[in-house]
């Protein structure tokens, strides 16, 4: 059984069309990443499925069952905006957005006090929401949307606000949930954890879906075209356009789209013969990022 199921859903506001006609199933277990550019229409999807939107068109199930008030309680929700009450304290704000969900107080305070922990945000237990950084706060909001065990959980920019060891922290609980069996629907613009996470994707651009399909297979329909280069020294022996269709630099690293039948054996004789040192010589899958760059500007064309 699908986890989420979207058939042919479409969302207008006044008369920008936000969402058009899309479908996308979300499989049980899985993780799965929904992704866009700013204003693609990724947030409204999710508030549709969170029952926040009423689509216009279309029908958005839950574990096979239409949307209602008892699909709601199988969901957890992290936004991306913040939504937490600032002058509450820590403790009580979650015990309170646990109760929403059906836990008892004591139940949804013991539960609190076990995640403020695994977080390590124990000792700001009883400290005021306001007061809290707001890579701590993106916490608290975290442990709010997982308090109720949720089946689905649906993660909108996870990992905002937070420096590396805490998005690692962030990582490896959502990991971990997967492995429960929670489905997790991540939508960031973080592209290196998609690609590190998640099973399947859809990509969105406004309001339509330009890809989607299992991630691994994806990427393997582009094939190994991409050379990717480490070296020390300038970048003038990677003047190939015969050779290179797009470049993307990252400092001593660069990513080159080869043409259909280069030979990359010769940017290798031309980095030798201009005493480049080579760290990393490797033909490569794209990079997530790099697909979506290609999809979304080429349905700008």
């Not at 059906?102 to 695994?118: H, I, K, V």
């Not at 990677?238 to 050779?243: A, G, I, R, T």
Request: aromatic share 4%; with cysteine.
């Amino acid at each position: 059984m699908d986890a989420v199921r979207i058939e042919c859903v479409t969302k207008r506001f006044n008369s920008v069309v936000a969402v058009r006609d899309l479908d996308l199933c979300v499989a049980s277990g899985a993780m799965f990443g929904l992704l866009g550019p700013n204003g693609a229409g990724k947030t409204t999807t999710l508030r549709m499925v969170m029952r926040m939107l009423i689509p216009d068109a279309g029908r958005v199930h839950i574990f096979g069952n239409p949307l209602d008030d008892r699909a709601q309680d199988l969901i957890g929700y992290l936004p991306e905006e913040r939504g937490l009450y600032p002058k509450m304290k820590v403790r009580n704000v979650l015990a309170f957005l646990g109760a929403l969900k059906g836990l008892s107080e004591a139940e949804a305070g013991r539960r609190a006090l076990e995640w403020l922990e695994r977080l390590e945000l124990a000792k700001w237990a009883e400290r005021r929401i306001h007061d809290l950084s707001k890579g701590m706060q993106q916490k608290v909001q975290f442990i709010a949307a997982v308090l109720h065990r949720p089946l689905l959980l649906i993660l909108d920019e996870p990992f905002a606000g937070l420096d590396p060891l805490n998005a690692a922290l962030i990582k490896d609980i959502m990991l971990d949930l997967r492995a429960q069996g929670a489905t997790i629907i991540l939508s960031t613009h973080r592209m290196e954890q998609v690609e590190m996470m998640c099973d399947s994707i859809c990509l969105i651009h406004q309001g339509r879906k330009v890809l989607d399909g299992d991630l691994k297979v994806i990427k393997q329909s582009y094939g190994k075209n991409t050379l990717r280069i480490q070296h020390a020294g300038g970048n003038g022996f990677l003047d190939f356009p015969e050779l290179v269709e797009r470049a993307n630099h990252h400092g001593a690293m660069v990513d080159l789209r080869l043409r259909a039948g280069a030979d990359p054996q010769q940017i290798l004789r031309a980095a030798v013969e201009r005493g480049v040192s080579i760290t990393r010589f490797e033909l490569i899958e794209p990079p997530l990022n790099d697909i979506f760059i290609e999809k979304v500007s080429g349905s700008d064309a």
